[in-house]
């Protein structure tokens, strides 16, 4: 897969949901190899994105809050060699994963997941041909024959303006910058307020360790009060004893 063509990807996910009004939130992710363990990482993901927005929109909207505010989360993965169980499923190349349940009930759970095992896609390519917008779209991201191209491009002309788009931006490296900053601006707010998150909770966890500290601390200076209490009590003591034993002896002499 072409990293431009990554970066036009990561582009075209960034000024849709920017211009989204319900909500949804999409965490991409495009891997070359793809990693073990892939159902534990992504949902690792997909609650790292969930508990942003609840704690954005938590924050946003205080008293007022209720679960309803919180939308739907999607991590989407796209993997140009995908893990050997992909492969089980050679005639599949799209993967939709949601919480459902056994008995049939409906409830609104917010994450979902999508998998594009971008190899086997083109096996499907190779084999079948391009036989909607959704291989359409596939073909424009994970394949570079040229064979492949024209056929996209005589197929849904509208490639011809992307593909355009993508040669003018090899020739203009500044472009690929700047064609991020609208859509990223609005996004890279929720970035930072994350990490704002993130640094308030590393000052209150510090904050609780301090106190700790000073809490055995001051548990350590009340028993050397205590302690050096009782010494005293005991010189006391050993005072009284000294002066009855000198009494004793002027009495005796």
């Known amino acids: ?11 075209i996910c960034c000024s849709f949901l920017s211009h989204q009004n319900n909500g949804t939130i999409a965490n991409v992710e495009v891997q070359k190899i793809g990693y073990a363990y892939t159902g534990e990482r992504a949902s690792c993901y997909s609650a790292d994105l969930l508990l942003r927005q609840y704690k954005r929109v938590r924050d946003q909207r205080k008293k007022l809050f209720t679960y309803k505010d919180v939308h ?4 989407i993965v796209f993997m140009e060699n995908s893990p050997s169980i992909f492969h089980d499923y050679s005639d599949c190349y799209v993967h939709h994963f949601h919480t459902t349940s056994n008995t049939g009930i409906k409830l609104n759970m917010l994450e979902n997941f999508i998998f594009v095992p971008v190899d086997i896609f083109l096996s499907s390519l190779h084999n079948n041909g391009m036989r909607n ?10 394949c570079d024959e040229p064979e492949y191209i024209v056929q996209l491009i005589h197929k849904y002309p509208r490639f011809k303006t ?10 203009n490296v500044e472009r690929v910058m700047q064609m991020f900053s609208k859509e990223l601006q609005i996004l890279d707010h929720n970035t930072v307020t994350y990490m704002i998150d993130e640094l308030q909770e590393e000052l209150d966890t510090t904050k609780d360790k301090l106190d700790t500290a000073y809490t055995i601390i001051a548990d350590k200076d009340k028993a050397l009060s205590n ?3 009782a010494l005293a009590d005991k010189d006391i003591a050993i ?4 002066a009855e034993l000198e009494k004793y002896k002027n009495q005796n002499r």
Do not use: H, R, S
């Open 133 to 142: 917008k959704l291989d359409a779209w596939l073909t424009f991201l994970g």
């Open 227 to 229: 302690k050096d209490k």
């Open 1 to 11: 897969m072409v990293n431009l063509k990554i970066l036009m990807l990561v582009y």
């Open 72 to 75: 739907p989360v999607y991590t």
């Open 239 to 242: 005072a009284k004893l000294q």
């Open 162 to 171: 992307i593909y355009d788009d993508l040669y003018e931006t090899c020739l």
